[in-house]
């Protein structure tokens, strides 16, 4: 085992175990600020060096995703630093998932008109539905910009939902990508979908409460 893959996996693990324990932490108090810098960390030397590695396999599909990771957990946590407003990070951030976005549509369009159908081992959809997916992320930075930012609920919502996305991308890459790592009877298990699916139903919860607390504020005044 290369010592990059080493760190690759360390980095990974240590992101899936302080994510789940931020996620279960109460929000602001500083256990959850622990977890959070912990996850922030490691999800940054997992997906960089995740990315990295999908290059040189290659596995040009795999590399987008990790940057794409690294790009949510990266604005997650600029979310959480700035109260309000725009730096210029921000402003120039929706240059990534816009370049995932057109990447792997690329993809899917190379895998369409291929012999096999495939484009490394992946019919069109599931590159498809990520491009898809990244897209709609550049268009709600590109709305960021010309809002010109977001404070209060939304601004919690919007570090959330990256931090789970993030989070349900590597436990997708460990538990559907990685599955000859694990016991045998649990390789192609329709149980491995769980640990993915998992940071989203808590992200969710606080999104609809998020938007319930705005909707009563806005009664109110």
């Known amino acids: 085992m290369s010592p990059l893959l080493l760190i690759h996996i360390t980095a990974g693990s240590l992101g899936l175990i302080s994510g789940g324990a931020a996620l279960s932490a109460r929000k602001g108090e500083r256990l959850h600020r622990a977890f959070g810098t ?4 490691s999800m940054l030397v997992m997906a960089a060096t995740g990315a990295y590695l999908a290059v040189l396999q290659p596995h040009k599909g795999t590399a987008v995703v990790g940057v794409l990771t690294f790009y949510f957990v990266a604005t997650a946590w600029a979310t959480a630093r700035r109260q309000r407003g725009l730096g210029a990070f921000e402003k ?19 895998a369409a008109t291929s012999e096999t159908g495939r484009f490394e ?19 709600v930075d590109v709305n960021l910009v010309l809002r010109g930012g977001v404070s209060g609920p939304q601004r919690i919502a919007r570090h959330l939902w990256r931090m789970c996305v993030a989070l349900s991308f590597a436990a997708g890459n460990f538990f559907l990508g990685q599955q000859q790592v694990l016991p045998g009877f649990l390789q192609g298990s329709p149980l491995l979908f769980a640990p993915v699916v998992a940071p989203l139903v ?20």
Do not use: C, H, N
Not at 38 to 41: N, Q, Y
């Open 38 to 41: 912990v996850f922030f960390a």
């Open 121 to 139: 081992d992946l019919s069109p959809a599931p590159y498809l539905a990520f491009g898809a997916f990244a897209a709609f992320v550049a268009a």
């Open 92 to 110: 120039i951030a929706f240059l990534v998932p816009a370049g995932a976005a057109a990447a792997l549509l690329l993809f899917a369009l190379r």
């Open 202 to 221: 808590p992200m969710a919860y606080w999104l609809v409460r998020l938007r319930l607390e705005r909707a009563e504020r806005a009664v109110r005044w």
